[in-house]
């Protein structure tokens, strides 16, 4: 199996690969864009997306690369995520000006940056990538934030460990893929749809499925380019799309939707994750 992520070696999307197969060879992209073209035509059969943070929420891109793309998903992998600050083992805290991340892991330990006085905080592409950067480069002012395999990888030292705001800091991932994967039964649906723009018509999607006790887990609006102040709703559903409640709900949001799309029905991560592999320690 070929599983492709975003990133460097260290990510987190590296960990949440490996614990589809720990065994995989992973083909590692610079930008999600290049995951859905690997799996789309190139060398990986699988990709791993971060779709959602605890503490920082959505990724919203990866909601408009569903949308553009036709690769299904297939499964989800929650990830424990622990920042550490790593610089060059001659580097130390008081000689900082600079602190490189990805956005998100930046929004996540903002508290922490905070209490850094005359540090710029600098936005990068990745984690991993970051702590690359600072070993690559020899920066000797530089920290980057990052897990700690990163700073195996790369040869840094920690400068401070677990700098995100709250311990109970997990990213969901959304596994996509051109063919399910073995031994998982799907229980969740994860939808796309819009609704005329009239009063009313928002409630009355959501209510062909609280009318049929459908779990709906998550509600996601994102703008239709193009179409000024119109929406697209993503919602998960606690449900298989082949279920007959969540079927027949399908089809009475289709009578009036304009649009609906399935975008994958697929074995959540609390009924799949008890025979996953657990990956390599990134988050200790």
Not at 22 to 28: D, H, K, S, T
Not at 105 to 119: I, S
Request: glycine content about 6%; hydrophobic content about 45%; some cysteine.
């Amino acid at each position: 199996m070929r599983i492709a992520y975003q990133g460097e070696p260290g990510a987190f999307s590296e960990a949440a690969a490996r614990r589809v197969d720990a065994e995989a060879q992973l083909v590692p992209c610079r930008s999600f864009e290049e995951v859905f073209e690997a799996v789309e035509g190139g060398p990986a059969g699988y990709g791993v997306l971060p779709i959602e943070n605890s503490i920082g929420g959505s990724i919203h891109r990866n909601y408009d690369l569903l949308l553009a793309h036709e690769i299904p998903i297939v499964a989800e992998v929650e990830v424990p995520v622990v920042h550490h600050l790593l610089a060059l083992p001659t580097t130390t805290l008081e000689a900082l000006k600079k602190v490189y991340s990805h956005p998100q892991a930046l929004a996540q330990c903002e508290r922490f940056l905070r209490k850094l006085t005359g540090v710029e905080i600098v936005a990068t592409y990745d984690t991993a990538g970051s702590a690359k950067m600072v070993a690559d480069q020899q920066l000797t002012d530089a920290a980057a934030i990052a897990s700690s395999r990163a700073g195996e990888l790369f040869g840094l030292t920690t400068l401070a460990s677990s700098i995100q705001d709250f311990d109970d800091n997990i990213t969901r991932f959304l596994v996509i893929g051109r063919r399910p994967l073995k031994n998982a039964v799907p229980d969740k649906t994860s939808i796309v749809f819009s609704v005329p723009n009239e009063p009313g018509s928002l409630f009355k999607a959501l209510s062909v499925f609280a009318l049929r006790g459908v779990d709906l887990t998550k509600l996601e609006s994102r703008p239709i380019p193009g179409r000024p102040w119109e929406y697209l709703f993503y919602a998960d559903l606690a449900a298989a799309r082949d279920e007959l409640i969540c079927a027949r709900a399908l089809g009475h949001l289709a009578e009036f939707a304009p649009t609906l799309r399935t975008l994958g029905s697929y074995a959540s991560w609390k009924s799949h994750h008890c025979w996953l592999p657990d990956p390599f320690e990134v988050v200790s």
